[in-house]
């Protein structure tokens, strides 16, 4: 496996690769590797000749005053779990290497006005610009995104059509620990008492489940969802909703593919989940 950290070296090694008529998969993280992430570059390695994973803690996608200091870095880690799982090159630029003087941003106009858009008004701004130029740098074929960022994945999918981006974006699956929290890098950042307040997100996901098939009704999924998170004292919902699985505008009625989504704070950590609704 190689690492390379700067864009002359990885587009020679694709380059070449491409010459050789190889296929090539790319999975951006922001680092701090989990089972999560592990997943994807699975998917990743069953689909191409060669695996490429980005770790770049992306500075434009954080607002003013996210955790961009806080959040854990490990990249010796990282790189164990990638060769474990198979990955051809890991990149992993620094900062000055993705932006230097840089001034031109991919903006999307629709789908990122609500939901974590809402709470964080200029991150899918950064998401884009970062995924542009990543695609731009390594020219997969393939790339793997995680369904636990739900409003991301169907962002990137707009993105990739509307910028006519020849690439062929994969979701995947939330990978969850045994008992139910989703996989994330930040769930490092909760104590005892707090990792165990965070099940109420997922308990909440399950209780949705279970109701969202006996009526239409998106208040009637969403109201027992609620009570399930405000009964957790250390859990305050940042958002929950029902909205268009495309669109992601919100839906009183459940017709077409949905997306139930929700952020809450467990103390000052901001968590995800979601699942999806109505789709084969
Ligand atoms: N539990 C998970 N299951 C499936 N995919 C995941 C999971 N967690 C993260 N991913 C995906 O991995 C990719 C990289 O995500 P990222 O590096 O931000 O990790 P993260 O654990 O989601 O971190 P964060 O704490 O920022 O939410 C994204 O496409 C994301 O959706
Ligand atoms: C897609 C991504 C790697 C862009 O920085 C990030 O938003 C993430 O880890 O989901
Ligand atoms: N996985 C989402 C990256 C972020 O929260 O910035």
């Not at 789908?111 to 974590?116: A, K, R, T, V």
Request: hydrophobic share 40%; net charge negative; with cysteine.
């Amino acid at each position: 496996m190689k690492v390379a950290a700067t864009v002359l070296e990885t587009r020679d090694m694709i380059r070449k690769w491409k010459q050789e008529g190889l296929t090539i998969g790319l999975v951006p993280t922001m680092g701090f590797l989990h089972e999560g992430h592990a997943s994807l570059i699975q998917k990743c390695r069953e689909e191409n000749d060669k695996v490429i994973v980005s770790v770049f803690l992306n500075p434009t996608q954080f607002g003013e005053n996210e955790d961009l200091a806080a959040y854990p870095r490990d990249f010796e880690r990282d790189m164990m779990l990638c060769e474990k799982m198979g990955a051809d090159l890991i990149f992993h630029p620094e900062p000055e290497e993705m932006y230097q003087d840089s001034c031109t941003f991919v903006n999307i106009t629709a789908l990122s006005d609500n939901l974590c858009g809402k709470t964080r008004p200029t991150h899918f701004k950064g998401v884009c610009t970062v995924v542009s130029k990543l695609f731009n740098i390594v020219t997969p074929d393939n790339a793997y995104f995680g369904q636990k960022d739900a409003q991301q994945l169907a962002i990137i999918k707009k993105m990739v059509k509307d910028l006519n981006f020849d690439i062929r974006i994969v979701g995947c699956p939330i990978v969850r620990e045994e008992d139910g929290l989703a996989k994330s890098s930040r769930n490092t950042y909760l104590n005892e008492e707090e990792r165990s307040a965070a099940l109420c997100l997922s308990k909440a996901v399950r209780e949705g489940q279970r109701i969202i098939s006996m009526g239409a009704d998106s208040e009637k999924v969403l109201g027992p969802m609620r009570e399930i998170i405000e009964k957790e004292p250390l859990a305050k919902i940042d958002y929950i909703n029902v909205v268009d699985a495309l669109t992601m505008h919100p839906v009183e009625r459940i017709e077409n593919p949905v997306l139930v989504a929700m952020a809450v704070y467990i103390g000052r950590t901001r968590l995800i989940d979601n699942f999806i609704y109505g789709e084969e």
